[in-house]
């Protein structure tokens, strides 16, 4: 079946360095790529998206680059702070908006040490 | 602003019986309702989109008449898990998206289903 693979599971990295996410996807139809933070304990929120038609996209410290020959996108956050210590999931989905056959990565715990 | 809520924040229920469960868009009108499930320490999967006054998209391996979604209104959306098993014991939560807003999206806090 389609699936959403997520690399690393585990991320730990120094107050300031760049930490990055990738995950790539097996339905070549999906248009639709967001990412989700989610804190220990706190609801999920959606932190950067882009659809297929778009290479980058930035965000202030984050930013989202997808490759759709190769069929993979990447999570990059610059000058990371404790804050950004989270579960960050990626997604693909086959509607350009956000619902009908959304498949999840199964997260990257990011751990930025002080 | 944008403020989800889900009601109730925990229920234990027997197995057989059904069980509701709310979502709320707070200070937003929401056209687009997304309802998921959460296993501990695990990824989220989307079960269904639901657009007002539409019936629910379900995702594949879903069970529509297990899992009735109802979006009556732009502040409202429910779950309803029919005839629970505690194989469907699990952290159910809603996002909802604005009027308008093509990609955003705001989740509720959860709502944690025990079936005994």
């Known amino acids: 079946g389609e699936n959403v693979e997520q690399h690393p599971s585990t991320l730990s990295v120094q107050e300031g360095d760049s930490a990055v996410i990738k995950c790539t996807y097996s339905d070549s139809a999906s248009n639709y790529f967001p990412w989700y933070k989610q804190e220990l304990g706190k609801r999920p929120q959606l932190i950067i998206d882009?659809?297929?038609?778009?290479g980058e996209k930035k965000d202030q410290r984050i930013a989202v680059t997808l490759n759709k020959t190769a069929k993979h996108f990447s999570l990059h956050i610059t000058e990371t702070q404790p804050e950004d210590s989270a579960v960050y999931f990626c997604?693909?989905?086959?509607?350009?908006?956000?619902?009908?056959?959304?498949?999840f990565g199964a997260g990257t715990r990011l751990f930025v040490k002080a | 602003g944008a403020v989800v809520s889900q009601h109730p924040s925990r229920v234990i229920c027997k197995s057989g019986t059904s069980v509701k469960i709310e979502c709320r868009s707070l200070?937003?009108?929401?056209?687009?309702m997304f309802w998921y499930r959460q296993f501990p320490k695990q990824s989220l999967m989307l079960m269904a989109t639901s657009n007002e006054g539409s019936k629910a998209t379900y995702e594949q391996g879903v069970e529509k008449d297990k899992f009735l979604i109802n979006h009556a209104s732009l502040t409202l959306s429910t779950l309803t898990v029919t005839s629970a098993h505690p194989e469907d014991s699990s952290f159910y939560i809603c996002s909802a998206r604005p009027a308008g807003g093509r990609y955003e999206q705001y989740f509720g806090p959860g709502t944690r289903l025990t079936v005994t």
């Open positions: 997604a693909a989905s086959l509607s350009n908006t956000g619902g009908f056959k959304t498949i």
């Open positions: 882009i659809r297929s038609n778009v």
């Open positions: 200070d937003f009108q929401a056209t687009t």
